[in-house]
């Protein structure tokens, strides 16, 4: 069956992403994966102290796709005027990171360059005096709670193994970004990593809004319901969801203790919780008694949600990243044959049938600071007038 090829939906949207830590390189990638030119400018500059072994760190490296790649001394005349010549010709800035780092916005704006949407991207967004302007993803995971949630109980706290406050600082970015220019008027948005923790506190922010109760590290557990963790098998972990009272039925016969269901003590959710220290012994002890593969099979017959703990080499070998994309090709420039990456999530068919699907590529730095050289490279590739006003709003020719 042939498939038609829809052209990316950002097509025709170009974005300046300035370069300085995971935030606003992750929220590039994203729009660079749906089809917006993205230029990342690096500073190269003496004031730039992130320079050397963090730009070029693998984190970078790895959320450098899908961009044009441009590399100036910021503290120069010449870097500053290529930088505001592309920026002039965008629809769109993303600036600072999650560090507190970022370009002066009225050294690169005014006298008639001035992009659609300005995008601030700090590590608290300002405020509070006592919060500081320079953080990391370690002390904004500390300032947001996400370690005093993480962890076991009556254990120190922990840091989440994904460096989540800084790519959620990023998806916030793109959703921001993209909305600005879907309401096509001029914009400054302002993202911070903090903010982004804080609104993913969930359903723990109204629980103490609302009760005062402040909720308590749970390790792999719930703070309602139990069981929903991991238990140990005899030969690794695997996490068990029964959460609902159908699902509580349905694995208490899986796991051959249907007296469990007639004890007044583990009746209700509320019951189980309560009970905890008298069940959890009985469960732990019989999960022990199979391996992760036996109770998968058991519990995938018994409808029973649950799942291996995987490493980062399950998740990314296993059938359904591969089916999903979610391990992709990728071409670097300058190399012979192709790498692998980890795909977009993003999956999209369009009413017409056409389905857009994502290229990857890892380009050099294509320019330094030389003026002379940004107008060959403006005319070989046609870095003219940016779409801007309605691109987004259904004026684009229909593909």
Known sequence: MTIDHAAPPLQGIRVVQFAHGVMPAYAGMLLGDLGAEVIEISDHSASSVERGEFAQHATLSALGRNKRRVSLDLDTPAGRDIARRLIGRSDAVINGS?????????DYVG???????????SPFGGGATDMGSVASDLVIQARSSAMDTTGELNRPPVRMGLPLPSLLGGVHAVAGVLAALLADRPARLSVSAFDAMVSFISYMGPTYLHTGQV???????HHEIYPYNAFET???????APFTQSFWRKYCDVIGHPELLEDPRFSTFELRMKNRPVLSPILAETMRERTTQQWRDLLDAGDVPNGPVNSVLAALEMEQSRIRDMVA?????????TRRTVGTPFH??????AAFEPRYVLRKTELSNDVATLDAWNTSTEIGAP????????????Q
Not at 215 to 221: A, F, K, L, S, Y
Not at 234 to 240: A, F, H, N, P
Not at 348 to 353: R, Y
Request: charged share 30%; glycine share 16%; aromatic share 4%.
């Open 98 to 106: 999650e560090s507190g780092w970022a370009v002066r916005r009225d």
């Open 111 to 121: 006298d008639g360059v001035e992009p659609c949407v300005w995008c601030d991207l």
């Open 215 to 221: 909720p308590r590290r749970m390790g792999t557990g």
């Open 234 to 240: 005899r030969d690794g972990s695997i996490v068990v």
């Open 329 to 337: 090709p990728i071409d670097i420039e300058g190399e012979q044959g």
């Open 348 to 353: 999209m068919t369009f009413e017409n049938g």
């Open 387 to 398: 779409t801007r006003v309605g691109a987004l709003a259904g004026e684009r020719t229909e």
